[in-house]
């Protein structure tokens, strides 16, 4: 296992100018907020982007006049000047990370440098472009941020109901107005209206399937009707009915529906980072279940949460003899034992152990520095020499390619076939594990089973001027070129 912290420090600097050493007047509602990016409109006014993910992207006004930006996997900042409602934004700076083809780092990046005035409005932050297109923003922990689970109902003679399942009903709240509603077995929506604290939904609509018995969609809906208002406070949702009830919702803890993989262990004995980290890492269920990989071996037990305390049971494991003799298996586990609180940061989990000690996690993997040149880059083969020196030239290299995946997987295209594997990459070590493929028939003329003998024979790599050349057991290589 190599150690070793990967550390882009690269940063852009976007039409600099002097930070302002104070803030401007104004802007009260502005100022000490952290924003997170939902939407897009265009100069039309119809929807052009909305952000799965708007706690990635987010901007936060300081009182001192510098502003704090969230880039997707990219953090930056900059200055800003405010003169009533103008607004622009001066000398923004950004990391370099590749945060994947899905990011929209590039399109937020490119919207802020043309920020000319803004409005907020019921927690909405509309900044508006050069362009006529806007932003749309919600403050975080707003009426905004997230999917609404429906926790309790109390009717106007003051009787609760406990909702079972509050994951089967639930609201989100969209900044252009609508709002997304899962009414058990059934689906639907509409828009509503916020003056101040009065909340009120024009007519929802919803499929229209019969859900199981025992179901409360109908309660659901009725409830709904009646919304007259509502109260936002310590992350609790509470909706007041015309009658005098009312409904109380929640959000599914910020630990679920994330793979969280390990990036480091500090102790009062100093501190290691784990680099690559695809084979060690925690899903938490909603179910009070979790799922864990501990390098070689995988796992599974149970978790409590009480508020920030956490309580990880006994995690019953494989009991494989990991090859890595630097493995931090053991390490992992103990520590997980020991864990007593946590702390979620967009997607960053700090999980805190009994002793002080602290273990982070992030939300996508990491490979060394050396790997990631391998990574999201479509490899052609080019050539093969085998171990007597003779070389064979591929004549149609688009047939035979490798992509590698920073979870720790690879997709392979054998000629007419395809399939995929894992791969291990330790320093200029690189292995590949449990390769397969579909098994057609690809013509006398096909390489595809020498590739795939090739690939299973692979010890080492490295890459020079865009070539990726793959060193095999028998002394061989296959040269590769990307596409």
């Known amino acids: 296992m190599k150690r070793s912290l990967w550390c882009l420090c690269l940063l852009v600097i976007v039409g600099f100018a002097a930070l302002p050493a104070f803030a401007q007047e104004g802007g009260s509602d502005l100022i000490g907020i952290t924003w997170q990016w939902q939407a897009q409109v265009d100069s039309s006014g119809e929807t052009s982007t909305t952000v799965p993910n708007p706690e990635n992207y987010t901007v936060l006004f300081n009182e001192d006049g510098t502003v704090s930006v969230q880039n997707d996997c990219n953090g930056g900042g900059g200055g800003y000047t405010l003169d009533g409602e103008s607004l622009t934004l001066t000398g923004l700076?950004?990391?370099?990370?590749?945060?994947?083809?899905?990011?929209?780092?590039?399109?937020?990046?490119?919207?802020?440098?043309?920020?000319?005035?803004?409005?907020?409005?019921?927690?909405?932050?509309?900044?508006?472009?050069?362009?006529?297109?806007?932003?749309?923003?919600?403050a975080e922990g707003s009426l905004y941020d997230g999917t609404w689970e429906w926790q309790s109902w109390t009717d106007a003679s003051g009787t609760e109901t406990t909702v079972p399942t509050p994951e089967s009903y639930t609201l989100t709240f969209n900044v252009d107005g609508t709002v997304a509603v899962q009414f058990d077995c059934n689906s639907g929506g509409g828009g509503f209206t916020l003056d101040g604290s009065a909340l009120t939904f024009t007519p929802l609509f919803s499929t229209m399937m019969m859900c199981p018995e025992g179901s409360l969609d109908q309660q659901f809906s009725i409830g709904l009707s009646q919304v007259t208002g509502y109260e936002l406070a310590d992350g609790t949702l509470t909706l007041t009915l015309a009658d005098g009830g009312t409904?109380?919702?929640?959000?599914?803890?910020?630990?679920?529906?994330?793979?969280?993989?390990?990036?480091?262990?500090?102790?009062?004995?100093?501190?290691?980072?784990?680099v690559p980290n695809f084979n060690y890492w925690l899903v938490f269920n909603a179910d009070g279940t979790l799922n864990a990989q501990l390098d070689c071996n995988s796992g599974s037990g149970t978790y409590t949460v009480d508020g920030s305390t956490l309580t990880i049971g006994p995690i019953a494991t494989t009991r494989m003899a990991c090859a890595d003799p630097d493995s931090l298996e053991t390490a992992f586990g103990q520590a997980l034992a020991q864990v007593s609180t946590y702390a979620v940061a967009g997607n960053v989990l700090t999980l805190t152990l009994a002793d002080g000690s602290t273990m982070v996690f992030g939300g996508t993997p990491a490979l060394d520095a050396a790997a990631a040149e391998l990574i999201n880059v479509s490899w052609l083969w080019q050539s093969w020499t085998d171990a007597s020196g003779a070389e064979t030239t591929v004549t149609n290299p688009e047939n035979y390619t490798l992509f590698f995946n920073a979870d720790g997987t690879v997709n392979v295209q054998l000629d007419c076939n395809s399939g995929g594997g894992g791969y291990v990459v330790d320093g200029s070590s690189l292995t590949f594990t449990g390769i397969f493929s579909t098994m057609m028939f690809c013509g006398e003329e096909s390489l595809d089973s020498a590739f795939s003998a090739g690939l299973n024979q692979v010890v080492s790599y490295s890459i020079t001027d865009g070539v990726l050349t793959l060193s095999l057991a028998d002394g061989g290589t296959m040269t590769f070129a990307q596409g």
């Open 247 to 274: 409904m109380v919702f929640g959000q599914p803890s910020p630990l679920l529906n994330m793979t969280w993989y390990w990036q480091s262990l500090t102790t009062t004995g100093g501190d290691v980072t784990v």
């Open 93 to 138: 700076f950004t990391t370099l990370i590749f945060c994947g083809d899905q990011s929209l780092d590039a399109v937020f990046n490119m919207a802020l440098n043309q920020v000319e005035s803004y409005a907020v409005a019921n927690g909405v932050l509309t900044l508006n472009l050069a362009d006529g297109s806007k932003l749309l923003l919600a």
